[in-house]
């Protein structure tokens, strides 16, 4: 399966695509590429937990118990964040400091715990952590779902990326 990801320009979800065909490829997707300055106060959550990628990930998708976290990546500039709401990692992300810009990536909320504030909670304090870490800057890709949550952290769309995809 080919996948081939395309920059764009539009800083908008519903703007009209660069191209609108590309060989045997279909349109999938499109995600909001959204930066924003490093406020000076930022506030950590005592929710959050460092650990690794895969725990991370796997929070986004099952609760983990606090004593399944694993411990975090040994990679220099790299972070994962578990939320832990009750005992068990409920929502994950992970994070890399680039320069002086600290990219977000992989934020999810398991389904059955969304809209209780867990995400903007993970994020906000992944990017006091960065803040601390020396980073002036934050960039992520937000889906539509996203997008909203983003914006009120301060982040403000610069372009995106198109998704297409063997048909």
């Not at 081939?4 to 499109?30: H, Q, V, Y």
């Not at 929070?59 to 004593?67: G, T």
């Not at 832990?84 to 398991?110: E, F, N, P, Q």
Request: hydrophobic share 45%; with cysteine; glycine share 8%.
């Amino acid at each position: 399966m080919g996948c081939l990801w395309l920059p764009s320009c539009a800083a908008d979800l519903d703007a009209p695509d660069r191209l609108g065909k590309i060989g045997a490829l279909k349109r999938d997707t499109t995600t909001l590429v959204m930066r924003t300055a490093l406020p000076a106060q930022l506030r950590h959550d005592a929710r959050v937990v460092r650990t690794s990628i895969a725990t991370a990930t796997r929070a986004s998708d099952e609760p983990v118990p606090v004593a399944g976290l694993g411990e975090p990546d040994p990679v220099p500039r790299l972070a994962a964040w578990v939320l832990v709401h009750d005992g068990w990692a409920v929502a994950g992300a992970w994070s890399y400091l680039h320069r002086t810009d600290w990219g977000i990536y992989a934020v999810c909320t398991m389904r059955s715990m969304r809209r209780r504030g867990f995400a903007g909670a993970l994020v906000g304090h992944a990017l006091a952590y960065a803040a601390r870490a020396g980073a002036r800057t934050a960039s992520l890709q937000s889906t539509r779902m996203g997008q909203p949550l983003y914006e009120s952290l301060g982040f403000v769309p610069v372009g995106r990326y198109e998704e297409w995809i063997s048909r």
